[in-house]
């Protein structure tokens, strides 16, 4: 063995020594505040080339960053692990364990009332609503009401129903208060479903704002990572943000790629689901999909104008969190088909809800939202409900004596923002408008004892020749009290009083026995003498019998069931809402439990029943024009 062979090796080898072997360093903290954000890093040594990563909690993939900032809203323990790889192959992981501990409480017998409702106002039921790991779900009037539940200074609280996307808000509190009230706006879904060969290229485009997916063939994997074959479901989701307001996700509440807290303006949004016999599926590992959909705006609530080749970040809501959480960039195109003559066009890993949106990163607003009673502030344990309304968001926020703050908003927004609250019976009400500058703002409403009257809702059912005083649930949204719910069958005549400020319009929705549903706006300015409304409800269908369809649910085996059905007209209209068996009840209006349906081809509908521990349920339905039987087919799912 040649000297040089040998001098050759020893320097190898201390080379060796010296530079080491590729190891990857996790740094997070040891634990964490329930809902706090806070950062992991992963730091490579010794590495060669440029290192790709992985991190998993709970063996769930949550970024490919070197660095993510998160937060946790469930107490307990997480296993927090980074894997490490650099061009040579060379691959190390790091694992370590994070406790989320609770918040400090600032009042542990905490009142917190949380309304439901869709955009119209319209109270939503039979809707779970959570607030830090406690489930309570909403009655017959929309609410779902929290007693003797501890006050932190920042609760998530989230609301789900079939039919509609999921909702979540976090509300911060600065200072103890003996209750508040919040309302939950949720977002209705019309989503429009497809069947594809699961191992094929997709490529489809829906009519509504020309909404595109693009995916290659074999790139969808079941829960167990195995690539699907045979037919799996689409249903893709565009939403005009145009027409949001308040259903806004999170309040456009947001978490930077730096882990910064901030506020976003919208610019197009959709949502994207894929199941396999209703089992959810999503994007395998390393495969992309291409989305885009028609833009509905050139320029932004604070004056941004758009053109092509523009850029905006893009955002998925993470329901858990009420955040949208940045992930990757979009772009502005031209298009032939949109009204403004462009489209947003993106690159993603995985479906949910995805939105272009951007967010001013140097000349930012701060705004302090504050509630007086005629001039003077709240007591310490008082507050007030805050809505701040833009052109095209809406953000709720429960509002204590110290007030709360937006931070990290965009200027050059106008604002109209309202407040309410309630003093041993008596409402105030206040309401001003505003718009952002560069910096601090402070935003100051101040309520005045307002009087109100006292109005009456009665429900008649219409038959042929007969009419029936009938009893009913009413939703009334008044625009200074808010929601109130009524049940006129506590009333031996079927007559329920309501408050409102005179000047008012009424948005009231009302449902009588076996889900038949009726909107109707009162202006009250126009109303002399005692509101007494009679909601009118026609189910003489004048000998159209084509027209009258039942209902029927089963199971994977045929087995009938009964369950859970609301149906719309091809204009969203409520048709019905409600179990099946309430069509045979005796205030049900239906004669022998058929429903008039004018077009069911055209309209569309859900179906569910939780049942032990598991879940059924149907997105779709068959309609049977010569039997006039619309028959969902629900599958079961263990929950």
């Known amino acids: 063995m040649s000297l040089t062979f040998i001098k050759s090796s020893i320097a190898i080898i201390l080379m060796m020594a010296l530079t080491g072997c590729f190891k990857v360093e996790l740094e997070a903290p040891d634990s964490v505040e329930q809902n706090a954000i806070f950062t992991m890093l992963a730091t490579p040594k010794n590495n060669k080339?440029?290192?790709?990563?992985?991190?998993?909690?709970?063996?769930?993939?949550?970024?490919?960053?070197?660095?993510?900032?998160?937060?946790?809203?469930?107490?307990?323990?997480?296993?927090?692990?980074?894997?490490?790889?650099?061009?040579?192959?060379?691959?190390?992981?790091?694992?370590?364990?994070?406790?989320?501990?609770?918040q400090p409480s600032l009042n542990p017998n905490f009142s917190f009332a949380i309304n439901v409702s869709n955009k119209e106002g319209f109270a939503i039921t039979e809707a779970p609503v959570t607030i830090n790991g406690i489930t309570v779900v909403t009655d017959q009037y929309g609410l779902a009401q929290f007693d003797d539940i501890s006050q932190t200074s920042l609760m998530l609280v989230s609301a789900s129903k079939e039919g509609y996307l999921t909702q979540a808000y976090q509300y911060t509190f600065d200072s103890p208060q003996k209750s508040a009230t919040a309302t939950l706006t949720l977002q209705h879904i019309n989503p429009v479903s497809h069947t594809v060969a699961g191992n094929e290229a997709i490529d489809v485009t829906e009519s509504e704002l020309h909404t595109k997916l693009i995916v290659d063939a074999n790139s969808f994997v079941d829960a167990s990572g195995s690539i699907v074959t045979g037919?799996?479901?689409?249903?893709?989701?565009?939403?005009?943000?145009?027409?949001?307001?308040?259903?806004?996700?999170?309040?456009?509440q947001a978490l930077t790629g730096s882990g910064e807290a901030v506020t976003l303006i919208s610019t197009g949004m959709a949502d994207y689901q894929f199941s396999q016999d209703g089992a959810p599926l999503s994007l395998a590992e390393g495969a992309m999909a291409k989305i885009e959909m028609d833009m509905v705006i050139t320029t932004g609530d604070d004056g941004r104008v758009f053109v092509e080749g523009d850029t905006i970040e893009m955002w998925w809501f993470d329901s858990e969190k009420g955040l949208w959480i940045e992930d990757g960039v979009g772009t502005?195109?031209?298009?032939?088909?949109?009204?403004?003559?462009?489209?947003?066009?993106?690159?993603?890993?995985?479906?949910?809800?995805?939105?272009?949106?951007?967010?001013?990163?140097?000349?930012?607003?701060?705004?302090?939202?504050?509630?007086?009673?005629d001039g003077q502030s709240l007591d310490n344990n008082e507050s007030c409900e805050i809505t701040a309304s833009s052109q095209s968001f809406s953000r709720q926020m429960a509002v204590g004596s110290e007030g709360v703050t937006a931070i990290n908003t965009p200027p050059n927004v106008a604002y109209t923002v309202t407040a309410n609250t309630t003093?041993?019976?008596?409402?105030?009400?206040?309401k001003t408008t505003f718009t952002s500058v560069t910096g601090s703002n402070t935003v100051i409403v101040d309520m005045a004892s307002t009087p109100t009257k006292t109005g009456y809702i009665q429900c008649r059912v219409i038959n042929e020749e007969v009419t029936n005083v009938s009893p009913c649930d009413a939703s009334i949204s008044t625009g200074s009290i808010g929601d109130q719910q009524v049940d006129t069958g506590d009333d031996i005549n079927f007559r329920a009083p309501f408050d409102y400020v005179e000047g008012d319009v009424l948005e009231i929705s009302s449902t009588i026995g076996g889900g038949l549903n009726r909107n109707v706006l009162i202006d009250t300015a126009t109303v002399n003498g005692i509101l007494d409304l009679e909601i009118m409800f026609d189910i003489s269908f004048d000998g159209i019998e084509d027209n009258l369809y039942t209902f029927e649910c089963v199971d994977e085996f045929g087995t009938a069931m009964d369950c859970n059905i609301i149906w719309y007209d091809r204009f969203e209209n409520v048709i019905f809402d409600g179990k099946l068996s309430e069509l045979s009840d005796p205030n049900s209006p239906w004669p022998d439990g058929k429903i008039y349906i004018e077009s069911p081809e055209d309209g569309f509908g859900e179906a569910w029943l939780p049942v032990g521990?598991?879940?059924?349920?149907?997105?779709?339905?068959?309609?049977?024009?010569?039997t006039k039987v619309i028959k969902f087919v629900l599958i079961s799912i263990p929950v």
């Open 613 to 626: 521990g598991y879940y059924f349920s149907s997105e779709s339905a068959s309609v049977n024009t010569v």
């Open 231 to 252: 037919e799996i479901d689409i249903t893709i989701t565009p939403i005009d943000i145009r027409a949001v307001d308040a259903a806004f996700l999170g309040g456009a």
């Open 423 to 430: 003093d041993n019976g008596a409402l105030w009400f206040g």
């Open 49 to 102: 080339g440029a290192v790709s990563y992985q991190w998993l909690l709970n063996d769930e993939i949550i970024s490919a960053d070197a660095t993510h900032h998160t937060m946790l809203p469930a107490l307990g323990e997480y296993t927090l692990t980074v894997v490490a790889s650099d061009e040579k192959g060379n691959e190390d992981s790091q694992s370590k364990t994070i406790s989320v501990i609770s």
């Open 332 to 373: 502005v195109e031209l298009s032939e088909t949109s009204e403004t003559g462009l489209k947003l066009v993106a690159t993603v890993h995985h479906f949910t809800t995805w939105n272009w949106d951007y967010y001013k990163k140097d000349d930012r607003s701060s705004i302090l939202f504050k509630c007086t009673k």
